[in-house]
């Protein structure tokens, strides 16, 4: 199978405009939509495995994407996926890239705390997309009983300039106050996060339609000046 010939039958002229304006860091957009890609990732994965993952050629943001999609389809120990996991991430640089490839790594579900130790890491560097790798990873599995106490820590000692890390931190902490308000909001009164990532956490909880209108007041209120 030629993937790139693939990839360009699927892609479209008009979504690629569109597509292109939500990720203005980068110049590389076909305009694949993301179920057309991931079948066609599937398809890939079903007919030569983890092959295209060794491709070089990857001209094309939605060429990266699909490999951080098969990566979300094998079928191997959870060592061995996290293998493959290390060696894409520095592949990412855009935050369409890693929010997709985190939301596939649905392996982390029944490996929690093995992915919970891996991610450490990326949630102490200095890379801005190491950083929201990490990030995105904690609030797509990990905001639970268990771990938010962890979870809470980890954004009150979060620094980064970078504006897509920065927004990461802000939706992590919005997902916090959905999954876990009690918690959450009693760390919202003693936070240490930074000014504007704590507000445009409050403004991305206050956008959910699982906060009631009535709870959105009281998080407005918290707002810093």
């Not at 596939?104 to 200095?126: A, P, R």
């Not at 609030?139 to 300039?161: A, C, G, M, P, R």
């Not at 897509?164 to 876990?180: D, E, F, P």
Request: hydrophobic content about 35%.
């Amino acid at each position: 199978m030629n993937v790139k010939e693939k990839i360009l039958d699927i892609a479209e002229k008009d979504y690629k405009q569109f597509s292109a304006s939500l990720i203005p860091n980068i110049d590389n957009v076909l305009g694949v939509r993301i179920p057309a890609l991931r079948q066609l990732a599937k398809e890939v994965y079903k007919e030569s495995g983890i092959e295209y993952l060794s491709c070089d050629d990857t001209e094309y943001m939605e060429e990266v994407m699909l490999q951080g999609m098969i990566i979300g389809f094998i079928k191997d120990s959870p060592d061995k996926i996290l293998e493959h996991v290390e060696k894409f991430i520095p592949k990412i640089n855009n935050w369409a890239v890693c929010d997709i490839f985190c939301g596939g790594l649905k392996f982390t579900k029944k490996n929690k705390e093995l992915v919970w130790n891996f991610i450490q890491k990326y949630l102490k560097s200095d890379k801005e997309y190491y950083k929201r790798f990490g990030l995105v990873m904690i609030l797509s599995y990990f905001i639970d009983d268990k771990y938010i106490d962890k979870v809470l820590e980890i954004l009150d000692n979060f620094s980064h300039e970078g504006y897509y890390a920065r927004m990461g931190a802000a939706w992590a902490l919005s997902i916090c106050y959905v999954k876990q308000p009690e918690k959450t909001f009693n760390y919202l009164k003693k936070s240490k996060l930074d000014n504007w990532t704590y507000n445009k956490g409050i403004q991305k909880t206050c956008e959910s339609f699982r906060v009631d209108k009535s709870t959105k007041e009281v998080l407005k209120s918290l707002k810093r000046k």
